[in-house]
């Protein structure tokens, strides 16, 4: 006879947010659905490609390069924080959509990766490249999501939350964007 005890399933629900706030929220989006604000970031180089990114009073974001792109490897690269912008974007939109839909999640991951390259060495003597050549090619995210709804529920809920993500809907639409000296 066997000793060993059959494993169990522990069922925890992730900590839910505000569900009455959260449809405030959205009830005030639908009374002015051309709202927008302004996020802010300061950045400061650091010296070999290492950055400290200040985000209102929060501790800095470091952001490096790996040492074959010449940066001490400290941090992410800032290619790998735009994933991580994308999937912590994801991550929220599906956690609001399933409160809104009143779903309780037990288990929520992303796990994502994005094939980029940078032949023109950052427009530094590198290869002749066009904008629409640089920059994420592909990016694929996979979710792992468990829940008090079927399959099919959580597929929906996953798929709506991306259509209505701010961050990859940047990723797929153009940005009108202005870069020039303070």
């Known amino acids: 006879m066997n000793d060993v005890a059959a494993p169990t ?5 992730l900590k839910p947010i505000d569900r009455d706030g959260l449809l405030a929220f959205a009830a005030k989006g639908r009374g002015n659905p051309c709202a ?3 996020m802010k970031v300061h950045t400061v180089a650091d010296g070999q490609f290492r950055n400290l990114s200040y985000v209102g009073e929060h501790a800095p974001v ?7 792109l010449f940066g001490q ?8 924080v735009l994933l991580a912008a994308l999937g912590a974007c994801l991550s929220v939109g ?5 409160t809104w839909k009143q779903v309780e ?11 980029i390259g940078n032949p023109a060495a950052w427009g530094a003597g590198g290869a002749e490249k066009t904008p629409e050549a640089m920059g994420f090619q592909a990016v694929r995210v996979k979710v792992v999501v468990e829940g008090d709804a079927s ?13 209505f993500s701010p961050v990859a809907n940047s990723f797929r639409n153009p940005i009108p964007m202005t870069v020039a000296l303070a």
Do not use: C, M, W, Y
């Not at 470091?62 to 074959?68: R, Y």
């Open 62 to 68: 470091v952001v490096d390069e790996p040492l074959h």
């Open 9 to 13: 399933t522990v069922k925890t629900q």
């Open 105 to 115: 999640l037990h288990r929520l991951e992303l796990f994502l990766e994005g094939d």
């Open 151 to 163: 399959p099919q529920a959580l597929d929906e809920i996953v798929r709506h939350a991306n259509f």
């Open 36 to 38: 927008q604000g302004t």
């Open 94 to 98: 599906i956690q609001a959509v399933a």
């Open 73 to 80: 490897d400290t941090a992410p690269a800032p290619s790998e």
